[in-house]
């Protein structure tokens, strides 16, 4: 863990600690709070001596994207708001300090073939050696519930044993993103996959003490590493590798893990829509099954009919750039 190295380095350490005993994880916090310990430590400046037009010279420093920067700015505007409860500080030099109109954010989506075909490339890519068979499968289950369920990358790897109700099909998700709990039915093609993943499991480690359900080589806990460079160089062998793209004020991104999480969103609702139903009659029960914390962030998804959409619209602004 990366420490802060400014003069108040002490102060940032005990916010981070704070917001930890609060119940937030400092995942995100820690590096959207460095930027200002580092310009703190060139510029020298103390807490006392901060004002507003210190972090207009600040912002200008930033070279990230407009979200990234208010990111920033609202992390560091609760670092002040914690010196105001502990009485180090009598005002917030950030209060009303605006912030910068944000690009619209484009994910990017697998149709339901390209998923298949992803999947299936990587199932391929399993070595069969007793060394190595386990320990790809493993990685391929972790990348497979992804897909088929909408986990963010967290979640699958912070399964554990006990997590996975056989009897009734259904998994636990434990304290996630924002502390939500939730459980989620699966498909019988989900349990059947999870009940072959246990029984080689069993079978090739059979005094496995772990108490993780997807476990890493050694045992403990798989890594996201090793998911995204499964995901990733699949990617590439299959030809779905794409750039990303900040094109105008819209930014397209590139394929990564979590887009199997936008993706599952997206193409559960388009099998909705093509059932002639509605589906924001499926929101509540989707951003459930989802754990979003407003049911209103899982109906940004109906703004993207399906992957073939998103193409066009990307294709027609690279175009309409070029054309300029």
Known sequence: MKPFNSRIAEQLEAYVAYRKDLGFTD???????????????????????????????FRK??????????????????????????RLLENNPLKDFPMQRENAFVP????PSQTKRML???????????????????????????????????????LKNHHYRKDDGTLYIEKTKFRKDRLIALSSHVIQHLNNYLSVKNTLRTEDESQWLLTAPKGGQLRSNRIYAA????????????????????????????????????????RIRSRGQ??????PILSAYMGHRK?????????????????QLLDFSIKALHDI
Do not use: W
């Not at 407009?66 to 700015?73: E, G, T």
């Not at 109906?299 to 992957?307: I, Q």
């Open 120 to 158: 299936a490339a990587i199932h391929r890519k399993i070595r069969q050696h007793p060394t190595h068979f386990l320990n790809d499968l493993t990685v391929y289950t972790a990348i497979f519930l992804l897909a088929q369920c909408g986990m963010r990358l967290s979640e699958p790897l912070r």
């Open 61 to 86: 420093s930033l070279k990230q994207e407009p979200r990234s920067i208010n990111a920033i700015i609202i992390a560091t505007r609760g670092f002040f708001d914690y010196l105001i409860r502990i």
């Open 278 to 283: 509605d589906p924001q009659i499926a929101l």
């Open 231 to 270: 995901f990733h160089q699949t990617l590439e062998n299959i030809g779905l590798k794409r750039n990303r793209h900040i094109i105008g004020n819209t930014v397209f991104a590139a394929p990564t893990p979590h887009s199997l999480r936008h993706s599952f969103a997206v193409n559960t609702l388009n």
């Open 108 to 111: 990017f989506i697998f149709s």
């Open 27 to 57: 995942k995100h916090l820690r590096s959207t709070l460095r930027p200002f310990d580092l310009f703190v430590a060139q510029t020298g400046l103390s807490l006392q001596q901060i004002n507003p037009l210190d972090f207009m010279d």
């Open 295 to 311: 049911y209103r962030y899982t109906a940004v998804y109906l703004k993207f009919t399906d992957a073939g959409q998103r193409q």
